[in-house]
């Protein structure tokens, strides 16, 4: 199988940096989220359609990255 | 300056041509573990690095016999080139790399631009499990100077003999934060080894997830200061991130002396006592 109508884009998101990735294989999309810096995929949604798939990702990554503490350097 | 040994990167086409042949085994490791059922490279196998890389009982690499079992029901051996490949710009896969290195595999790869350069090029994905016929494997003496432990570390700050790299990113290399956003805290105290450069691991990589060339990663390190003149110890959080660099060092740029410490700073940074450095 090909994977098909896939994407890559970067936003923010709870204040940081992520990159979100999507696409179709067989009748599922797959996203996963990446922080930028350093770059790990970190959450990750599936659904029907790609809209659902990067809400139930989305929706997990904004949940881990609240509890990313900032200190003073 | 020693050789490059470029043979150690294999291309995406090269892979598509050649997974399934005779004497190759492709591996995909990944840090999001569940990628591999989310579609593989056809043929490949799957290593779970929270499980079958490691020692669970014990905080190390993964024990000789494991290796042999794993390896065995990958359907590899001794003489199989085995070709590695994940997410994250390879930092598992290099992970891996290293530790079949220390237990003496001769032929390993790595996939150039891993599963990102795959799945960006639309090329084939597979959802099955392929099933290997078992093959017998014989694990070597386990070369440890492939590895930094912490009393080497601790001499290197006090007496400055080797070079330290920092891979983490620069907020976690100055204590803003404690983990890469996202994923758990997993540490006492932010900051970073005394005496440690800060060169992030993904200045060793393009874009697309590729390495970079032979000069680019010359002049980054050379930049630096780290010239291979003197033996380079790598770390990150847990070792991976700076698996890959220890990659970069040791085989793209030829330095004889390269140790990862897979300590890192969930060893430094817990540590009661240990001094850490903030800019």
Partial sequence: MKPQDYSRRQQELAGWQVMVETYKLGDLYHCSIANVDPGARFARGNGATKEEAETSAIEKATRYLAQTRKFEA | ?279
Wanted: charge should be negative.
């Fill in chain 2, 1 to 279: 300056m020693a050789v490059t040994l470029p043979n150690v990167l294999v291309s995406t086409e090269w892979v598509a041509q050649h997974a399934t042949d005779k004497g190759v085994r492709v591996v995909e490791v990944d840090v999001d573990t569940s990628a591999y059922d989310q579609g593989h490279v056809p043929g490949a196998a799957g290593w779970n690095w929270t499980t079958e890389l490691c020692d669970t009982l014990v905080r190390d690499i993964v024990p000789a016999k494991k290796l042999e079992e794993l390896l065995g029901k990958s359907g590899i051996d001794n003489k199989t080139a085995i070709v590695l490949y994940g997410d994250n710009n390879n930092w598992f896969a290099a992970w891996a790399f290293w530790q079949l290195k220390i237990y003496g595999h001769e032929d390993v790869r790595i996939m150039d631009g891993g599963r990102k350069k795959w799945l960006a090029e639309g090329r084939d994905l597979a959802t099955d499990k392929p099933s290997f016929p078992a093959a017998t494997y014989k694990a070597g003496a386990p070369d440890f100077s492939l590895r930094a432990y912490l009393p080497e570390v601790q001499q290197s700050v006090a007496g400055k003999k080797a070079a330290l790299v920092d891979v983490r990113s620069p907020d976690e290399f100055t204590g803003k934060i404690l983990s890469p956003p996202g994923l758990p805290e997993t540490c006492q105290r932010g900051g970073h080894i005394p005496g440690a450069k800060s060169i992030p691991w993904g200045k060793n990589c393009n874009d697309d997830g590729t390495f970079k060339s032979f000069e680019e990663l010359k002049e980054l390190y050379g930049a630096q200061g780290i010239s291979g003149d003197q033996p380079v110890i790598a770390y990150c959080r847990i070792g991976e991130r700076s698996s890959l660099t220890w990659f970069a060092l040791k085989y793209l740029l030829g330095f004889q002396n390269v140790k990862n410490y897979d300590g890192s700073w969930t060893e430094w940074g817990n540590l009661v006592g240990a001094q850490v450095e903030k800019p």
